[in-house]
C-alpha cells in the first residue's frame, strides 16, 4: 500500500461504460482516477476533491489474472495543512519533481513547453517527408534537426 500526497490543480468529473469517476490532477502534473469505490466508500468523499486542497490518496494494486498489476485510489483523505479555498490556485509555479531534479544535478537539461512543441513540429516535418518519398527514412532525424535549428531561428 503506497500514498501520494499532493495539492489539487484540478477536478474533471468523466465516465466509462456509464461508470462515473473523478479525474484529479496534481500540482506535480501526476494524474490520477478516483473511481465509485466498493459499496461506494469512495463517491461518499468526492467532496473533498477540491482545487488548492492537500490530499491523501491511499493506493493499491489490483493483480489482473495474468500477473500485471494496476494501481488504484482506495482511499482519500485530507491532510493538514490544506490551501484555504479563497486562494487561488498558480498553475505556473508547480513544484518540480524529485526525478527532474536529480536529473537536472547530473547534467539533464530540463526544456521547457514550447522546445518539446518546436521538437515535435520538427519530426512531423521530417516525418511527412519520409512519408511522401522525399527523404530516406535513416535521414528524418538529421531533417529533423535542421528543420528544429529554422523554427528556433
Known sequence: MAEIIGVITSVEDDNYQGKDFKVVTLGTGQVLKVKYGRDGVLKAKWGLLKEGIAIKFTMMDYTKPDGIK????????????????????????????????????????????????????????????????????????????????????
Open 70 to 153: 494496476i494501481p488504484f485510489v482506495s482511499d482519500i483523505a485530507t491532510v493538514e495543512g490544506e490551501i484555504p479555498e479563497h486562494q487561488p490556485v498558480s498553475h505556473e509555479t508547480e513544484p518540480v519533481p524529485s526525478l527532474v531534479q536529480e536529473a537536472v544535478k547530473l547534467g539533464a537539461k530540463v526544456i521547457g513547453h514550447s522546445d518539446v512543441k518546436n521538437r515535435a513540429v520538427s519530426i512531423s516535418y521530417a516525418k511527412d517527408l519520409a512519408a511522401a518519398g522525399k527523404i530516406e527514412l535513416k535521414d528524418m532525424r538529421a531533417y529533423a534537426d535542421k528543420f528544429l535549428e529554422y523554427i528556433e531561428g
